[in-house]
């Protein structure tokens, strides 16, 4: 990681190439797909300027990891819900210490199914069914 980058890369994941917010919803819209496989390993610091300056003010999927994934959750306003976190609204998610986020954008129809995908596939620490809500 550079120093003084917003954007984190653990040496233990396979990465793909960093995708600016504005880049990565055109990209979705063009292909009419959530591409979250191809793109959750463009992660971001956990931390409220990242958040400001990546996490789009749109519906979509995100995670929260550090060594592993701490939660996986679903919202109308990425960027918001995400805020929310960094605030301490999850004692699970306080208690693994968050250091970075993905996202992927998805339309309110498809992050039901999408949200469940991505729990089952990448099996969060804190995803129990009483902090399961998406918002």
């Known amino acids: 990681m550079k120093e003084g980058s917003d954007h984190m890369k653990p040496s233990f994941f ?3 190439p960093e995708v600016r917010a504005e880049e990565y919803a055109e990209s979705v819209e063009d292909r009419g ?9 463009s992660r971001y610091l956990f931390q409220r300027e990242c958040i400001l300056k990546n996490a789009p003010e749109s519906s ?4 929260l990891f550090n060594a592993f994934w701490i939660y ?4 109308d306003n990425l960027r918001a819900r995400l805020l ?8 699970c998610i306080v208690r693994f210490q968050p250091s970075g986020f ?28 009483h902090s399961e809500k998406a918002h």
Request: with cysteine.
């Open 102 to 129: 993905a996202f992927e954008l998805a339309s309110p129809k498809d992050r039901r199914r999408r949200h469940e995908q991505l729990i089952k596939e990448l099996q969060p620490l804190c995803n129990t069914s």
């Open 84 to 91: 929310e976190h960094l605030g301490g609204d999850d004692p």
């Open 14 to 16: 396979q990465f793909e």
């Open 33 to 41: 797909t959530m591409p979250f496989a191809e793109t959750r390993y």
């Open 60 to 63: 979509g999927i995100y995670g």
């Open 72 to 75: 996986i959750g679903a919202a």
